[in-house]
């Protein structure tokens, strides 16, 4: 089987809204810092991005958890690969994710996160695919809200490729 990839948000859409996020979110945590969570790898492009358009003091820290095989679809469970470097207590943390699809990722990540204790917890994901929830997960800022399409770019992979491309695309299969 191979795949051709159409493009679903260009590279100028998804910088501009970006940008909108980035001085949302600057507005909101005025007089404070955020402390980022980046969930690897797909997160990695958007926090990059988003990071240099906040203005308030940002830090950094990175978590690796797995949900998806070679395949398409949620294992439903997340393992953590890499957890934080850093205590999240006290902090305004905000989570940066790729995408919120069944939700599963995300619930159990935030529940582990808020047991840690931070000051706020808060969610940012660039793109959210509603139609396909399982499970009920609060998204304080999204990118795109997108029909229910396997897409890539921007961090987001197909069997760890595409992940490169600067702009969303849906992966269309040839049989
Ligand atoms: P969830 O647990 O089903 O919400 O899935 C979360 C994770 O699945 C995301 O962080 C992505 O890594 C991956 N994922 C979900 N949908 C897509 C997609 O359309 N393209 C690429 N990865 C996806
Ligand atoms: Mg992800």
């Not at 660039?126 to 929830?133: A, C, G, H, S």
């Given at each position: 089987m191979s795949e051709r990839i159409k493009v679903l948000i260009s590279e100028e859409d998804v910088d501009a809204r970006i940008s909108e996020i980035g001085a949302q979110i600057s507005r909101d945590y005025a007089g404070k810092e955020v402390h980022l969570i980046c969930v690897l790898k797909g997160g990695s492009f958007f926090m990059c991005e988003l990071a240099k358009r906040i203005t308030v003091p940002v830090s950094l820290d990175f978590m690796y958890v797995s949900?998806?095989?070679?395949?398409?679809?949620?294992?439903g469970r997340i393992r953590i690969k890499k957890d934080l470097?850093?205590?999240?207590?006290g902090r305004d943390v905000l989570v940066v994710e790729d995408i919120v699809d069944s939700g599963r990722t995300l619930s159990c990540l935030l529940e582990l996160l808020e047991e840690r204790r931070p000051a706020s917890l808060r969610l940012c994901t660039?793109?959210?695919?509603?139609?396909?929830?399982v499970t009920d997960v609060k998204v304080d800022y999204t990118g795109f809200r997108i029909p229910d399409a396997f897409v890539v770019g921007y961090g987001l992979d197909y069997d760890q490729k595409y992940r490169n491309l600067p702009y969303i695309g849906v992966v269309e299969f040839d049989d």
């Open positions: 949900s998806y095989g070679a395949g398409t679809e949620s294992s470097d850093e205590p999240v207590q660039l793109l959210d695919k509603p139609e396909r929830r």
